[in-house]
């Protein structure tokens, strides 16, 4: 594996043990939500801030500085963050997106002086220094707030793929961990991806195929010997300028620019392979494109139909009208190993239309998948009578004596309920709520708030029924997978090294084992019956041996 100083390795292959600065890392709310974020100590956008940078979310505000340094999977409380007076420090410009009062809106001038001092106050305690030419801002100490917490996690193309800004339609984690499986992508291939997108297929190729950095960011694969290993390279196509400026920069910022080589081209008009690079030899190719079937006349070895040069035609009367020559067609396929390839297409029509044009191209093994995943959820499941005016429970009777001593407190309550509008009807009088309760025992909110104190003795996570279930609805897009396989050639010169190499091996092992051994060779080529031909070879060298 090749290894060099000229890189810091990427937080997707190598996060190490701590969070440190400059690096991404993900802040997981939940398991459906999720934050990307780039630690910095300080805040490059001047958001005015007293912590520095700072990032705000639905359970609190989280400074830099306490992520920084932190281990990986730690537990962040959030901390108390003035949220108020920023954007008016320093120059006193207002921030971007800052909310301004309008004038005249009535407030009382009282009100609007105590909100000065708070603000003045603010910035007499505030530990950032003003801004001046050659000083850097020194953040404030945070203050861990009372509720409020999160998890801080290392990124990886999982995380990545359900936080990432979606610029298209991307590839979800059980479609491109299934697609990489039948690629038979692994450390050392070469993967060429059409149609980029957000990078979600990106990032997960580049950590199946990784073997190590190359020497130079614009280093490019070179004949090796049988003994050194190949770097893992994946080529990336994106014809929409607008998104392969966003993808190139995010790859940067990864950390995996020495891995993955992003091109902006389109690959169903010009092809894969650039002419002014060396062949890029790719084993796996993965297909997101809205016209696939397109794009499959570049993907071979020989010339394409369409890009053969015209037969020569008369020579010109004058100089100026000589066309300049077709360059020549340079094939992107390894030439020495079989091509596996994946199209993904949502609909069965380009299913159709891209497995017409694999079966004429010479493709093999043609299959079509389609991927339906969904999560289970493993949870508890606590019902009966004492879980009322408790969350995501089942409050109704769990057993038959529950339910007959609910219904007869429900009556009890009804006739006292009764008696006493009697009972007031003749004295003109009496309370229908205390008596009521009286007769059926405690009413329902003090029932209520004795369960909420019971709770805090009970071990709910013991509780109940373990059950398993999965999600009603399938939160992933329709896929449709189609796989093929293109062989490696096979000419008529290899047919006759292949015949010469195991022909002379052949005559080898005739030569080495005798007569056994020439006997044993015509027992493994024939197929038919091959134990009753192998016993009756054994007794007759047996018997050949006897009469020697």
């Known amino acids: ?124 305690n505030s530990t950032v220094t003003p801004d001046r030419p050659g000083m850097t801002p020194t953040p404030k100490a945070a203050v861990t707030a009372s509720t409020g917490f999160i998890h801080i996690l290392p990124p990886t193309p999982e995380s990545w793929t359900t936080s990432l800004p979606h610029r298209t339609q991307v590839v979800y984690t059980p479609d491109y961990s299934y697609i990489l499986h039948r690629l038979r992508a692994r450390p050392g291939s070469v993967l060429i991806e059409a149609g980029a997108g957000s990078g979600s297929f990106t990032h997960a ?18 004949p090796r010997a049988p003994q050194q290993p190949s770097l893992g390279r994946v080529h990336s196509f994106e014809f929409h300028a607008q998104r392969h400026s966003h993808l190139l920069t995010e790859l940067s910022m990864h950390g995996l620019s020495p891995l993955v080589h992003l091109h902006h081209r389109d690959v169903c008009a010009s092809g894969f392979q650039p002419p002014s690079q060396p062949p890029l030899n790719a084993t796996a190719i993965f297909l997101d494109l809205p016209a696939p079937w397109l794009a499959l006349k570049h993907l071979t070895r020989s010339s394409p139909p369409n890009s053969k040069p015209h037969p020569p035609s008369p020579q010109p009367t004058t100089p100026s009208t000589t066309s300049p020559p077709e360059a020549e067609f340079r094939s992107p396929l390894n030439p020495h190993s079989a ?76 006739k006292g309920f009764y008696a006493d509008d009697g009972a007031a009807g003749v004295t003109g009088g009496g309370a229908t709520g205390p008596a009521a309760g009286a007769m059926s ?34 939160k992933t897009h329709t896929s449709y997978l189609v796989f093929a396989v293109l062989p490696m050639e096979w000419t008529e ?6 015949r010469e190499r195991w022909g002379m091996k052949k005559a080898a092992r005739e030569r080495e084992g005798g007569v056994e051994g020439a006997v044993m060779v015509e027992v493994e080529a024939d197929v038919k019956g091959e134990s009753d ?13 006897k009469m020697e």
């Open 1 to 124: 594996m090749a290894e060099t100083q000229a890189f810091r390795p990427s937080p997707f292959l190598d996060p190490g043990p701590v969070a440190e600065a400059d690096s991404l890392a993900v802040l997981h709310l939940r398991r459906d939500l999720q934050i990307p974020t780039l630690l910095r100590e300080q805040d490059e956008q001047q958001e005015g801030y007293d912590e520095g940078k700072v990032t705000n979310t639905r359970f609190g505000s989280f400074p830099h500085s306490t992520l920084i340094g932190v281990p990986w999977g730690s537990q962040v409380r959030a901390s108390a963050v003035d949220t108020g007076s920023r954007g008016r420090r320093g120059n006193g410009k207002a921030s971007k997106g800052e909310k301004r009062k309008r004038d005249g809106d009535g407030l009382e001038e009282e009100a609007g002086a105590k909100r000065i001092k708070k603000e003045v106050k603010a910035n007499e």
């Open 205 to 222: 190729a580049a950590r199946a195929v990784f073997n190590g950095y190359p020497s130079s960011p614009n280093a490019t694969p070179s």
């Open 339 to 414: 091509i596996h390839l994946c199209s993904f297409s949502p609909c069965i029509e380009q299913v159709q239309r891209t497995i017409s044009t694999l079966r004429h191209l010479g493709w093999h093994s043609i299959s079509t998948d389609e991927i339906s995943a969904k999560r289970l959820e493993t949870r508890r499941e606590r019902i009966g009578l004492q879980e009322e005016g408790l969350r995501g429970v089942n409050p109704s009777a769990a057993t038959v004596d529950e339910a007959v001593t609910r219904l007869r407190e429900v009556e009890g309550r009804t």
């Open 441 to 474: 025992g405690l009413s329902k909110q003090q029932r209520l708030e004795k369960i909420r104190e019971g709770l805090a003795e009970r071990k709910v996570w013991k509780e109940g029924r373990l059950v398993c279930r999965a999600e009603l609805e399938l």
């Open 493 to 498: 010169e290899d047919e006759e090294r292949a």
């Open 533 to 545: 031909v192998k016993m009756e070879g054994n007794v007759k060298v047996e018997a050949d041996v």
